[in-house]
């Protein structure tokens, strides 16, 4: 795909070729295991699926051009995706980690890869620097932003020159899970790898689990794609094609998600049973300047503290109607998360309690929904708690 070309033609066109065998100009379903070879080790390109698959190959040429990358790997999750980049590492390399990340990516780290011998340091790299942590055995520096649950935006620029300037050279892992490549470029910023759960906005239609990372180094593509393989941790050819498909709608669904998310924060600022609000695009929050200067948008997901305490929460999440409640986020509908007993429930109480999030902490994922429905929505919730 021209690389001169705008996103939202990319998302439409990236990847996508029409079947040379009958014109189909949508990428089909490769259901197909196996390909048939005309002899031994003469093949069209595909011997086996879990090794490469015509419509896996369709969604990662998507995914790298979305990204600005050379290579992406499409893979069976979120957390598979964080677990083959950590199957780069040995015992006794250590990561460090910004504090506030997705629940299931602090528990892979924590009781999966610290067991085997790799230790993570969980660190605020709003106010620390990695260079604090960093010592002679740091391999990754692994960034998510805006954070899950918490918002929290980090200077994806910042960190990669400073891990520029180190030897040994840490890799620097963005998940851009949140803001989508239409947001937000870190492999323009200088980052290594970008992750990605598709489960959320890229998929967008909360029909799929899936992830994704994209390079653009052939070698690191190569040490990701071995792992990958010899694991067998794919995406397969229908999750592929929901994801394709979704794709080609991400910058207008991530306009709405915007727009919502933008007249929503603003409500809740307001609202007299809200304690605070944090959202990237708030002038209020404590990163904005980095935000408007790293993202060209500030995303669909908002984060805010209720006044009192578990019972009004509760309360709130059982009176909401037009939100749903549950996990995941970045689909069309609206989810409303209560972090401490759903998404980040496996992070210890007083890992959770030092991070700030508490019981009255509710997270929205905004959907294309009417924002006025909405607003509606959680204004009766809200004065029912
Ligand atoms: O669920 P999965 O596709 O495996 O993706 C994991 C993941 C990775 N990174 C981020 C930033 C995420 O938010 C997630 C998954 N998050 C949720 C399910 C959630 O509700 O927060």
Same mark, same amino acid.
């Given at each position: 795909?021209? %690389?001169?070309?705008?996103?939202?033609?990319?998302?439409?066109?990236?990847?996508?070729?029409?079947?040379?065998?009958?014109?189909?100009?949508?990428? $089909?379903?490769?259901?197909?295991?196996?390909?048939?070879?005309?002899?031994?080790?003469?093949?069209?390109?595909?011997?086996?699926?879990?090794?490469? &698959? $015509?419509?896996?190959?369709?969604?990662?040429?998507?995914?790298?051009?979305?990204?600005?990358?050379?290579?992406?790997?499409?893979?069976?999750?979120?957390?598979?995706?964080?677990?083959?980049?950590?199957?780069?590492?040995?015992?006794?390399?250590?990561?460090?980690?910004?504090?506030?990340? @997705?629940?299931?990516?602090?528990?892979?780290?924590?009781?999966?890869?610290?067991?085997? %011998?790799?230790?993570?340091?969980?660190?605020?790299?709003?106010?620390?620097? $990695?260079?604090?942590?960093? *010592?002679?055995?740091?391999?990754?520096?692994?960034?998510?932003?805006?954070? &899950?649950?918490?918002?929290?935006?980090?200077?994806?620029?910042?960190?990669?020159?400073?891990?520029?300037?180190?030897?040994?050279?840490?890799?620097? +892992?963005?998940? *851009?899970?949140?803001? !989508?490549?239409?947001?937000?470029?870190?492999?323009?910023?200088?980052?290594?790898?970008?992750?990605? !759960?598709?489960?959320?906005?890229?998929?967008?239609?909360?029909?799929?689990? %899936?992830?994704?990372?994209?390079?653009?180094?052939?070698?690191?593509?190569? =040490?990701?794609?071995?792992?990958? *393989?010899?694991?067998?941790?794919?995406?397969?050819?229908?999750?592929?094609?929901?994801?394709?498909? %979704?794709?080609?709608?991400?910058?207008?669904?991530?306009? =709405?998600?915007?727009?919502?998310?933008?007249?929503?924060?603003?409500?809740?600022?307001?609202? $007299?049973?809200?304690?605070?609000?944090? @959202?990237?695009?708030?002038?209020?929050?404590?990163? @904005?300047?980095?935000?408007?200067?790293?993202?060209?948008?500030?995303?669909?997901?908002?984060?805010?503290?209720?006044?009192?305490?578990?019972? &009004?929460?509760?309360?709130?999440?059982? !009176?909401?109607?037009?939100?749903?409640?549950?996990?995941?986020?970045?689909?069309?509908?609206?989810?409303?998360?209560?972090?401490?007993?759903?998404?980040?429930?496996?992070?210890?109480?007083?890992?959770?309690?030092?991070?700030?999030?508490?019981?009255?902490? +509710?997270?929205?994922?905004?959907?294309?929904? &009417?924002?006025?429905?909405?607003?509606?929505?959680?204004?009766?919730?809200?004065?029912? !708690?």
């Amino acid at each position: 795909m021209d %690389g001169r070309q705008h996103f939202e033609t990319i998302a439409v066109h990236a990847g996508v070729h029409p079947d040379p065998s009958n014109g189909a100009i949508m990428t $089909p379903i490769f259901a197909t295991s196996t390909y048939v070879q005309k002899s031994p080790g003469h093949h069209q390109g595909y011997d086996y699926s879990r090794t490469n &698959n $015509p419509t896996r190959t369709a969604l990662e040429e998507s995914l790298a051009a979305l990204e600005g990358g050379k290579h992406a790997l499409a893979t069976s999750s979120g957390c598979t995706a964080t677990d083959i980049i950590m199957h780069l590492l040995d015992s006794g390399d250590e990561v460090i980690s910004c504090d506030d990340v @997705y629940g299931g990516t602090s528990r892979l780290f924590r009781t999966i890869w610290s067991r085997l %011998g790799v230790k993570t340091h969980f660190i605020d790299m709003c106010s620390i620097s $990695p260079a604090a942590v960093t *010592n002679a055995k740091t391999r990754v520096i692994w960034i998510e932003t805006p954070t &899950n649950p918490l918002l929290k935006v980090i200077d994806i620029g910042k960190i990669c020159s400073w891990a520029q300037t180190q030897s040994p050279r840490p890799l620097v +892992v963005v998940d *851009n899970t949140f803001a !989508s490549p239409y947001f937000q470029k870190p492999l323009a910023l200088g980052a290594d790898i970008v992750l990605h !759960s598709t489960t959320k906005y890229l998929n967008g239609h909360s029909d799929v689990v %899936g992830g994704a990372l994209v390079v653009n180094d052939d070698e690191l593509r190569k =040490r990701l794609h071995h792992v990958q *393989n010899s694991m067998g941790g794919i995406a397969g050819p229908f999750d592929s094609w929901l994801v394709l498909r %979704g794709i080609k709608t991400l910058a207008l669904r991530m306009q =709405r998600h915007e727009q919502n998310a933008t007249a929503i924060a603003r409500f809740l600022e307001k609202h $007299p049973k809200v304690e605070r609000v944090l @959202y990237p695009g708030l002038s209020s929050h404590p990163q @904005y300047a980095v935000a408007k200067q790293q993202m060209s948008g500030f995303g669909g997901m908002v984060t805010f503290f209720m006044k009192g305490d578990m019972g &009004n929460a509760r309360k709130f999440l059982e !009176s909401i109607k037009v939100f749903s409640l549950a996990e995941s986020l970045g689909g069309v509908e609206s989810l409303v998360d209560h972090p401490a007993i759903m998404t980040h429930a496996s992070i210890p109480p007083e890992t959770r309690a030092k991070l700030g999030i508490s019981d009255s902490l +509710v997270r929205l994922s905004v959907g294309i929904e &009417n924002a006025e429905d909405l607003m509606g929505d959680l204004d009766q919730a809200l004065r029912a !708690s």
